[in-house]
């Protein structure tokens, strides 16, 4: 080291030689041993490191106990083939972390105070019951309207996503009064989504919000339930009113939604007035191109003077015209709106037009294939 201070000396005194380059008002001092410390390949750099300790937290009650990972999720991994199964050695791994019960959603909220962006990261679902084609949707409840939807993953029975989506908040105060809802839907192979599945839900009060990984369980909706909704073909809106002073079924239908069938529909819908088990008048609505959510908003008008309305049902029938001039069936699927309805909106719906003459009343019905 003597030697170092040496030459750091010498190398110093020799850019002030020459006397007359000194300034007469300063004082000029030589150091005694170099700036930076040395080795015999020249100066040695100083790195710094600091580890943060890890505090350990309360888990939320939603959270499966012992389930978060303390670990920041792999941004930069690529990305898994949503096509393909999950191979055997990755099967269980994710078995033995889920532990018993299921099925699980892994995910991890992160807070940006830079960007005031919340951002919530989907890495998969565990343990459900079958393969089939999965979607997940996140919404910010109660303060965001806005929907988050996954991509679809296919034919997987743990789906893995990998993604991230984001929500703007104000401050980090507003965040933790927030709710973060999960819904996980069924897919039809057309790409329209289908029955829910199940639910999540994780409150921001106490939760992490640095990004570690943690497991929701997730409530399934009962199986009878998901069973009759895949079997459904389409929603159907439409809203009716009795007027009984002038004998006059009054209705707007006015729209279709999540229709099951090909890609490229032609969808128009029919009203068919049943009196005593027998149609006495029909109505048909306009055809709309290519659509798996047509809209209508056409009205449509049945005189009833004559008839008990107990006696009537309506019965309404979505068809695909692009299948009719192929000759094929192009039913859809159907609903009744009426006493004896096969469903419980289209009971619900009549016994309300019946005891409120002169009301409109609005509801959404199941279309069932024929």
Known sequence: MSSCSECWNACFSSLFKDEKKKHPEVKYMFPEAPLFPYTKDGPMEKTFFFQQTMVSQSLHPSIVQGAAIQREPERGRPKADS???DSDSQAADLLALAGPGGPFLRCSISYDIHRRVLGVYLSQLIKLKDKCNTVVSVLLHPSKEEIIETKVVCNSQNPVFDETVEFTVLQLSDARRQTLLFRIYYVYENSTKGPLLGTASLPLEEADLQGLETQLRIDCIEEKKVAADLESRGEVLIAVSNDAEKGILHGVLLKA????????????G?????????RVA???SSTKINSLAPVYNEAFHFEVRKMDISDI???????DEDKLHTGQDGTIGYTVLGDHSPSESGCKQWASIKSNPGTSFTSWHSLIAK
């Open 83 to 85: 096509t393909t199964e």
């Open 257 to 268: 939604a999540n229709i099951r069938c090909h890609s490229n529909p032609d969808p128009y």
């Open 270 to 278: 029919k009203i068919n007035l049943i009196f005593k088990g027998q």
């Open 282 to 284: 029909k109505w048909k």
């Open 313 to 319: 049902s309506l019965q309404f029938i979505l068809l």
